[in-house]
């Protein structure tokens, strides 16, 4: 079945670099995904991954794939104090016109000024 | 495009009350979704639509709970009767279609107190 999870809560202090974890239980993901929530706002997505790579990166953010593992991560480096929030990892599962995309429980990010 | 638009942010009713949320998805997105985000359970989907056709129902909790989407630009959760435990934030999202690489959208959510 479809089951993330992850640590609920990281602080780390701005400059130094932050990596939120999250485990899948579903082999058969077929993207992986990280989206941000800032207070009071939607979920918006920060980037994704294809199940059949290993690492992608974008400016400060780097996501890392472990499909043996089931888990991923997402690396923030030069966290600044903007990057609090909540992070969202979520999973693809399906095939044909529809991916059914599952969401896991969220880390809230403090970064310390 | 103005994004996904929700209404009301706020809404506080007493319990028993018929409580209606509404959404606008972004035009020409195919796909509707309504979610719930509580502390405890997380965000849950609880119904999406394509086409304006109701898909997959699955997760709406009740019988209490009901979701239409009469035309393209507009979606509506109505829960009635409604009780302090459906206190929690509702989001709509939409997506251009639904591959793994269509991104959904997310309004900035309704928050529902139920006293």
């Known amino acids: 079945g479809e089951d993330v999870e992850q640590s609920l809560f990281l602080s780390v202090r701005e400059g130094d670099s932050s990596v939120i974890n999250c485990t899948y239980t579903d082999s058969s993901s077929t993207y992986l995904y990280w989206y941000k929530q800032e207070p009071g706002a939607g979920l918006q997505l920060l980037t994704y991954?294809?199940?059949?790579?290993d690492m992608k990166q974008d400016q400060r953010l780097t996501v890392l794939l472990n499909k043996k593992d089931k888990h991923l991560s997402l690396r923030i480096a030069d966290t600044q104090t903007g990057d609090s929030a909540i992070y969202f990892c979520a999973e693809s599962i399906g095939s044909g016109g529809y991916q059914k995309v599952t969401f896991g429980t969220g880390t809230k990010l403090q970064v310390i000024p | 495009d103005a994004g996904v638009i929700q209404s009301p942010r706020h809404e506080v009713t007493e319990m028993g009350q018929e409580v209606t949320l509404r959404c606008k998805p972004i035009s020409g997105h195919d796909y509707l979704f309504w979610y719930r985000q509580t502390m405890m359970r997380g965000l849950e989907l609880l119904i999406y639509?394509?086409?304006?056709?109701?898909?997959?129902d699955s997760g709406m909790p009740e019988d209490r709970f009901s979701a239409k989407m009469p035309n393209a630009s507009f979606s509506t959760l109505k829960i009635q009767p409604s009780e302090p435990r459906d206190s929690a934030v509702y989001f709509c999202a939409s997506s251009l279609g639904g591959a793994g690489t269509d991104t959904q959208y997310f309004g900035p959510g309704t928050r529902l107190t139920v006293l």
């Open positions: 991954i294809f199940s059949n790579m």
């Open positions: 639509f394509n086409n304006n056709v109701p898909i997959d």
